[in-house]
């Protein structure tokens, strides 16, 4: 496809996604893939920039070369020439600036003030709202695909326990548990064993933890509790003992015949991805559905009922 003069037409797809130090939502991601799609839809060659902290290898700005495109289209987010807090200059301004050969459109954009030349430097402003209007055009985010069904991880790990001394291994087992989970295919979901009645990020009695632990799909976790309480919910946990030579989630994992357990000294990213998989397996689900039936009996408490049969002396 080709413009005046003969030019062939390439559109760069920009937005707050794009800029060094711009946020990057949900939302703006979405709205650029429903953009994408049109684009790709009606065979227009084009471009995408992202910021360099949010996607290190991906196309950034400083290295998009204006002459290169026809057309700049800046997707989602509100439209203002506001500096940034650390009293640079305005990212939108300075696009305009770079890419003033460009035809340049915003499409599904909020417009605070129609008369910021942020806005009137476009050549074109299609809105998803406008001051003074109380209604618009639905976001963008909503064109995209469909999700794709993802697992969801639900992250329960401690970095206390200081009475295992000198064997703690918490730290370097969340450290390389945390960089493993950034890389699975997954939603992740940090969570926390700890109630609090103050606090509203924190559940306030184990029905509430356990209605969250219900939902998900697979616990990760450095926590006894983190592992108990998942299967008491039929949920699989993939459990990882921080004390070195093993401590109380090892032996609870053989108490119980859980077998998706390693010790610190076993985690590597290939042993952690083979107990994900079980785990998101049938059988992995099957066996942590076993533990929501409620034991017959309890070796402690008949133990404890024991001691206090005795007479006293």
């Given at each position: 496809m080709t413009v005046a003069g003969g030019r062939p037409r390439r559109v760069l797809l920009t937005g707050w996604f794009s800029f060094l130090h711009g946020e990057v939502t949900a939302g703006d991601a979405l709205a650029a893939e429903a953009v994408q799609e049109a684009l790709r839809g009606a065979g227009i060659a084009y471009d995408t920039a992202w910021s360099p902290v949010f996607r290190p290898g991906a196309l950034h700005l400083d290295d998009a070369d204006p002459a290169r495109y026809t057309d700049l289209v800046f997707a989602c987010g509100p439209v203002h020439s506001r500096p940034p807090p650390d009293g640079?200059?305005?990212?939108?301004?300075?696009?305009?600036?770079?890419?003033?050969?460009?035809?340049r459109v915003a499409v599904g954009v909020s417009v605070p003030d129609p008369d910021d030349p942020a806005v009137t430097r476009?050549?074109?402003v299609l809105p998803?709202?406008?001051?003074?209007?109380?209604?618009?055009?639905?976001?963008?985010s909503l064109r995209a695909r469909a999700p794709s069904g993802l697992p969801l991880i639900g992250v329960v790990l401690t970095g206390g326990q200081h009475e295992y001394g000198a064997r703690r291994r918490h730290a370097e087992a969340g450290d390389a548990l945390t960089a493993w989970l950034g890389g699975v295919g997954a939603a992740r979901l940090p969570m926390d064993t700890r109630l609090d009645s103050r606090d509203w990020r924190l559940p306030a009695t184990p029905d509430e933890l356990h209605a969250v632990l219900a939902r998900l799909d697979v616990v990760v976790t450095t926590r006894l509790h983190g592992m108990v309480l998942a299967l008491r919910a039929g949920i699989p946990a993939l459990a990882v003992d921080p004390v070195e030579g093993g401590a109380k989630v090892s032996a609870q994992a053989a108490a119980l015949g859980w077998?998706?357990?390693?010790?610190?000294?076993?985690?590597?990213a290939a042993?952690?991805?083979?107990l994900l998989a079980w785990c998101l397996s049938a059988a992995g689900r099957e066996r942590a559905?076993?533990?929501?039936?409620?034991?017959?009996?309890?070796?402690?408490?008949?133990?404890?009922?024991?001691?206090l049969a005795q007479p006293y002396g």
């Open positions: 640079g200059p305005s990212p939108l301004l300075a696009l305009h600036d770079r890419f003033a050969g460009c035809r476009f050549d074109d998803r709202d406008t001051a003074g209007q109380d209604t618009g055009a639905p976001d963008l077998p998706a357990v390693l010790r610190c000294e076993q985690v590597e042993a952690l991805d083979r559905a076993r533990h929501t039936v409620r034991p017959a009996g309890s070796e402690l408490l008949d133990g404890l009922l024991r001691r």
